[in-house]
């Protein structure tokens, strides 16, 4: 059974960074793209980054350098490392894995909050 854990979100002030982390369970991790998603109230899903599993990366344009998304195939661990954050990036973050032929799998969700 797969299951995605995420940890690291919170509440930060504007300019502040977070880490997010997502452990997985279940998958073959090194073959599966990982993502991160987020979905703000009254908008949808969105992706915010991606890693392939042999580490090719790619960002939304409104967080392309402030995140940097990276991967531990031995830990099987994906990272959402969130800099210069502002009151637009509060969102529900999701973790996903996803794989041409086995599928796609989501994480509960964390929350990420930019506020003074």
């Known amino acids: 059974q797969v299951q995605l854990v995420e940890s690291g979100g919170g509440l930060v002030q504007p300019g502040g960074s977070l880490r997010l982390s997502c452990e997985a369970s279940g998958i073959m991790f090194s073959i599966f793209d990982m993502g991160w998603y987020r979905q703000a109230p009254g908008k949808q899903r969105e992706l915010v980054a991606g890693?392939?599993?042999?580490?090719?990366?790619n960002y939304a344009d409104s967080v392309k350098g402030r995140f940097t998304i990276s991967r531990d195939n031995a830990r099987n661990t994906v990272y959402l490392q969130m800099n210069s954050l502002k009151p637009e990036d509060t969102a529900v973050y999701y973790c996903?894995?996803?794989?041409?032929?086995?599928?796609?799998?989501w994480g509960q969700g964390i929350q990420v909050t930019v506020s003074s």
């Open positions: 996903n894995a996803a794989h041409p032929l086995l599928g796609d799998s």
């Open positions: 890693s392939t599993g042999s580490g090719v990366t």
